[in-house]
């Protein structure tokens, strides 16, 4: 019985009564397809004209409804005049006012003497109350129509609101009483509401757009319970039964022995950790978390060549076309033509690229560099043992499940990110994985001194910029924009770069990525060779490019960026043992709270410290990174008002995770539009 109630919200939209095929097809433009959909688009405003006033109680600029005796009309006939309707209650006057009515229209609607009902926004007009152009004006018989509270919906164009509204109504009446997943007890001790109630408060009172109400609260907690749900089956699928690979660290040590540095001593404690899973008859699924110039790729290499001694293949993906490059090239120097490495991405095309599959297919390439493209369904490797894959910020969920069956089960997967996580995120966004943190930096690397400046001073840094270039030093310029624009007042890269490139001829150069790869490569390759003292770009430098020599770097309009954000794009420079330099630009002066996060950048070099601050400083949707990290899952949870239902559901979930194959949370997995991500229809 319970099973056929909860189906009917799974049920298309279009069973109802009401709703044909126009109405659906505007419907899921709003990402309304199954009834349930429906009970999950909240109202985001209302209109309670519920309540009538008597005037003396009524408020200026709010929308409110009097009852009010007609006293007099009054018709100027005068171009621009508008016409009047003078009325009253026992309390005192207010004129109802019209522009461009007609006379006829307005005597009927306004029988002298009569009392009626009028809804509308109340104004102040020479010392009286009035209401222009009511919103509802009518006889008392009709007052219902009228007092009400009315609910707002977000809508497409095409849907009329008042249909939409009367749907959603009849959706929650006839909503059954459907068995809640949450036993009494939880929901009582944790003051949450049962599932029903909550729906119903949800869109018949203001609840839906209050956070912190009881049922908004226990929505947010299923759809977070919905998540580490997913989260959880997916581990399950990944982390099955494969044959345990076999190394001496041969390679790896040989490698190890020849770098001009020693490995840190958290860098150690990852590569083992890697290297035990690698052993184990258990597939990996571990992510490197730890922050920018913590020297990640170093370890992911040497455990590559682990791999590759036992004779399987390796997949590395980097974020964009540079990236992978610069990782490529980075192997082809520590591997020292012993392995076969090959480059590839979306533009590798022609002969160049039937060889790497033909090579990929006969076992000939021990490892594959390259972008998204190494996933295409074309390439297919002959014994793939181990996927890696850098910044991997920019998957969810679903391209990691998707990633994971690509490999096979014999293949590990290994991720890289530098994006830190607030630790109430942590079980939300990697709850799949194991996680290994790089926590110190190389003893090298210098701290890097961070300075601002308004945009207007931007004159007294060429005498300074001038003295960089002459020492041979290098300077990244960074621009929130490729092109002026005509709605955002940003600075752009290639303006800059004209600029720029006027005052210091051939030391400069532009890169941005609106531009095809071989005019990239060549940049980077002039940048890289120190042709060029100054690279203007966008933030396509943002993720894990590796310059040595660069030791500053010019941020512009640098409150347009989250603080991680500029704490990444700063890692960009001081990777040598140059001191490094971050100089932020501003256009105006500085709010009082933007002047608290540059102290914060001043302050401290810690990527994880400095985005706990970024996050009670702006707020979690400005966070870059976890934005593109799979938090956009999260359609009502918000870490910063729910970090305790987070943590409620991580305790929860603790003591469930035996049983997560229980079919009462597949009704929360099919709610939350998660089913599919799993699969759980066809396993
Ligand atoms: P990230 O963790 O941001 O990806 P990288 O792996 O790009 O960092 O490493 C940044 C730089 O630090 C590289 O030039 C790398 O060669 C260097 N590096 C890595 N490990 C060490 C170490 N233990 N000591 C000194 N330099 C190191
Ligand atoms: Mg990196």
């Known amino acids: 019985m319970s099973l056929i109630k909860k189906d009917f919200i799974f049920n298309d939209i279009k069973k109802l009564k009401g709703i044909g095929q126009q109405l659906s097809k505007y419907l899921k433009k709003r990402k309304i397809e199954k009834i349930k959909d429906i009970l999950l688009n909240l109202p985001y405003s209302e209109t309670d004209r519920s309540e009538v006033f008597n005037i003396n109680k009524i408020e200026i600029g709010k929308v409110q409804t009097v009852k009010v005796l007609v006293k007099k009309l009054v018709f100027p006939r005068l171009r621009n005049l508008p016409n009047k309707i003078i009325c009253q209650d026992e309390t005192g006057e207010i004129d109802i006012v019209y522009f461009n009515s007609r006379e006829g229209y307005l005597r009927k609607l306004f029988p002298v003497n009569k009392w009626v009902i009028i809804s509308g926004k109340i104004s102040f007009f020479k010392n009286k109350f009035q209401i222009t152009n009511p919103d509802y004006a009518t006889s008392l018989e009709n007052q219902d129509y009228v007092t009400q509270n009315i609910k707002k919906y977000k809508l497409t164009k095409g849907i009329n609101e008042k249909k939409y509204r009367s749907i959603s109504e009849q959706v929650i009446?006839?909503?059954?009483?459907?068995?809640?997943?949450?036993?009494?007890?939880?929901?009582?001790?944790?003051?949450?509401?049962?599932?029903?109630?909550?729906?119903?408060?949800?869109?018949?009172?203001?609840?839906?757009?209050?956070?912190?109400?009881?049922?908004?609260?226990?929505?947010?907690?299923?759809?977070?319970?919905?998540?580490?749900?997913?989260?959880?089956?997916?581990?399950?699928?990944?982390?099955?039964?494969?044959?345990?690979?076999?190394?001496?660290?041969?390679?790896?040590?040989?490698?190890?022995?020849?770098?001009?540095?020693?490995?840190?001593?958290?860098?150690?404690?990852?590569?083992?950790?890697?290297?035990?899973?690698?052993?184990?008859?258990?597939?990996?699924?571990?992510?490197?978390?730890?922050?920018?110039?913590?020297?990640?790729?170093?370890?992911?290499?040497?455990s590559a060549a682990n791999v590759i001694e036992n004779k399987y293949q390796c997949a590395f993906m980097g974020p964009t076309e540079i990236l992978a490059t610069q990782h490529y090239n980075l192997a082809k120097k520590i591997f020292n033509s012993k392995l076969k490495i090959e480059f590839l991405s979306g533009k590798t095309e022609g002969k160049k690229r039937k060889e790497i599959i033909d090579n990929l297919n006969n076992g000939k390439i021990d490892i594959l560099f390259g972008t998204h493209a190494l996933f295409q369904k074309k390439i297919n490797f002959k014994k793939l043992g181990y996927v890696i894959i850098d910044e991997q910020h920019k998957f969810g969920v679903k391209q990691r499940s998707d990633l994971a069956k690509k490999g096979g089960s014999n293949c590990d997967v290994l991720l890289m990110s530098a994006t830190p996580i607030p630790r109430t995120m942590m079980m939300s966004l990697y709850g799949d994985m194991d996680i290994s943190k790089i926590t110190e930096k190389p003893k090298n690397r210098k701290k890097i001194i961070t300075l601002s400046k308004p945009e207007k001073k931007i004159n007294e840094l060429w005498p300074y910029i001038k003295k960089q270039i002459n020492l041979k030093n290098q300077i990244f310029w960074v621009c929130p924009l490729i092109e002026e624009s005509n709605f955002l007042d940003y600075s752009s890269a290639k303006k800059k770069f004209d600029l720029i490139n006027k005052k210091f001829p051939k030391h400069v150069g532009l890169i941005h990525g609106g531009l095809d790869k071989s005019k990239k490569d060549a940049v980077l390759k002039n940048f890289l060779s120190k042709k060029i003292s100054v690279l203007v770009s966008t933030t396509v430098i943002e993720?894990?490019?590796?310059?040595?020599?660069?030791?500053?770097?010019?941020?512009?309009?640098?409150?347009?960026?989250?603080?991680?954000?500029?704490?990444?794009?700063?890692?960009?420079?001081?990777?040598?043992?140059?001191?490094?330099?971050?100089?932020?630009?501003?256009?105006?002066?500085?709010?009082?709270?933007a002047v608290k996060r540059i102290k914060i950048l001043k302050d401290s070099d810690d990527g994880f410290f400095i985005a706990e601050e970024d996050l009670k400083l702006r707020g979690f949707g400005d966070l870059t990174g976890f934005q593109q990290s799979g938090i956009k899952n999260f359609r009502f949870a918000n870490p910063i008002y729910h970090n305790d239902l987070f943590e409620l559901a991580e305790k929860y979930f603790y003591e469930i995770q035996h049983n997560i194959n229980d079919e009462k949370y597949n009704f929360l997995l099919k709610f939350f539009d998660k089913a599919e991500i799993i699969n759980i229809n066809n396993d």
């Open 543 to 593: 993720v894990g490019i590796d310059f040595p020599n660069a030791n500053l770097i010019i941020i512009e309009n640098a409150n347009k960026f989250g603080l991680a954000q500029l704490h990444q794009l700063r890692g960009r420079v001081g990777r040598g043992d140059k001191q490094g330099v971050c100089i932020l630009l501003f256009k105006d002066g500085l709010s009082k709270n």
């Open 173 to 302: 009446k006839d909503l059954p009483e459907i068995d809640d997943w949450l036993d009494k007890n939880f929901i009582q001790k944790n003051h949450l509401l049962g599932w029903n109630d909550c729906i119903n408060r949800l869109h018949k009172t203001s609840d839906g757009k209050d956070h912190n109400s009881n049922s908004f609260r226990r929505l947010v907690f299923d759809e977070i319970c919905a998540n580490f749900l997913t989260l959880s089956k997916n581990r399950k699928r990944i982390r099955i039964k494969k044959t345990k690979k076999y190394f001496e660290k041969k390679l790896s040590n040989e490698i190890l022995n020849k770098l001009p540095f020693k490995l840190t001593s958290s860098q150690k404690k990852v590569l083992e950790e890697i290297n035990n899973d690698l052993r184990n008859d258990k597939r990996m699924f571990r992510i490197i978390q730890g922050d920018v110039g913590s020297g990640k790729t170093i370890v992911s290499l040497l």
